[in-house]
């Protein structure tokens, strides 16, 4: 639903101040599905609704489940783009949705099928809500509930800051979704404007930065991105972003077999995050293992899992590094709903 419409319509229809709010609280408290769901307005209000402006931005296409009971939906905005997002179930009973900020991607790292996918547009802050919507509207099913939001699927979120931030802002409404602020994490490519203006936001939301290599060299092979912003002006952006902000910053690798897995490379992160007293006090590296993906000619990519012998020797030494640091588990892998998998499936459909 796009409020603005809704409220302009409303005024329109010469309805009373107190309407808005209802109908807030109807799709986001309590996630009705349509106008005619809503029975504490009238009738006749609905009907008008129903012709002046569509309940929902997004239609849902598709609904795929995973066996470890992740899901990823595939979604159609009004002008026909596809677009993804994923629900991760996790044992302790969090229910987290990754969402999408643009339909494709600008940046084109190299490893990330939504690169592969091309960029048209950034999507609106509705759009980016209801992606959780819909989650949140089948999770009711089982009373069960959206616990987390993390913006990490398709797209650049600092290339979509005001939408993304009014999409937070709505997210942790507490007549919209009221999710804790601390419940929302936004990662990022490297967008210095971006974490600066985040590091200014007055708000609890955490950070996470795709580092994926310790050195300029590969990372500009690996993410283009750093050509524009090269590690040493990111890490110091990052640096003062903790100083400023003292929340945990999530430093996120992925590891590619034979690509930026070696113990040297290893070395080299640690070094690299001893060099700035901010970041090594309050970042905590998260290790994802990279999901080999196939593409619109189903051939393999030419990237590959790291071996356990490979990932074990990295770990041991970030340990020994004194680097604090985390193994995501790769959820939904059967379904492509892991790490930079997004997108690549939806366009060989069409
Ligand atoms: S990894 Fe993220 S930033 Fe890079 S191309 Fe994919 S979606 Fe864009």
Redesign the pocket.
């Known amino acids: 639903m796009d409020l603005e419409k809704l409220q302009t319509t409303l005024d329109e229809l010469r309805q009373p101040t107190y309407r808005f709010k209802q109908i807030k609280l109807a799709i986001y408290r309590d996630l009705k599905e349509e106008f005619d769901a809503i029975d504490n307005i009238p009738q006749a209000l609905r009907q008008k609704l129903n012709q002046a402006l569509p309940f929902d931005e997004l239609t849902l296409k598709s609904e795929q489940k995973s066996r470890d009971g992740s899901g990823k939906n595939l979604c159609f905005t009004q002008d026909d783009l596809a677009i993804e997002s994923v629900l991760i179930k996790h044992g302790d009973g969090s229910r987290t949705v990754c969402v999408s900020t643009e339909a494709g ?5 190299s ?5 592969h996918s091309g960029f048209k547009r950034v999507l609106t802050q509705y759009e980016i809500v209801e992606q959780v919507l819909w989650f949140a509207r089948t999770l009711k099913t089982t009373g069960e509930k959206v616990t987390n939001v993390v913006f ?5 979120p600092f290339l979509n800051y005001d939408n993304v931030r009014n999409a937070i802002l709505l997210l942790n409404d507490k007549d919209g979704l009221n999710l804790g602020q601390r419940r929302i994490s936004v ?1 990022t ?1 490297g967008i210095i404007p971006g974490i600066e203006r985040f590091g200014d936001e007055d708000w609890q939301v955490n950070l996470a930065i ?1 580092l994926h290599a310790p050195s300029n060299g590969l990372r500009s092979q690996l ?1 283009p ?1 750093n050509r524009t912003y090269p590690l040493e002006k990111l890490m110091s952006a990052l640096d003062a972003y903790v100083a400023k902000t003292n929340r945990r910053l999530m430093i996120e690798y992925l590891l590619l077999g034979g690509t930026n897995d070696s113990t040297r490379n290893a070395d080299a992160l640690a070094d690299l995050i001893h060099s700035y007293k901010e970041v090594l006090r309050l970042s905590v590296v998260n290790l994802i293992t990279y999901n080999p993906t196939r593409d619109s000619d189903g051939q393999w990519d030419k990237f590959r899992a790291p071996r356990p012998g490979a990932l074990r020797a990295f770990e041991e030494i970030l340990t020994k590094r004194e680097i604090a640091w985390t193994r995501r588990v790769s959820f939904g892998g059967d379904i492509s709903g892991a790490c ?1 998998q ?1 997108a690549g499936e939806v366009n060989s459909e069409e």
């Open positions: 991607c600008q940046i084109n790292c490893f990330c099928a939504t690169g990490m699927g398709m797209g650049e990662s490519s795709s993410m991105i930079g997004l």
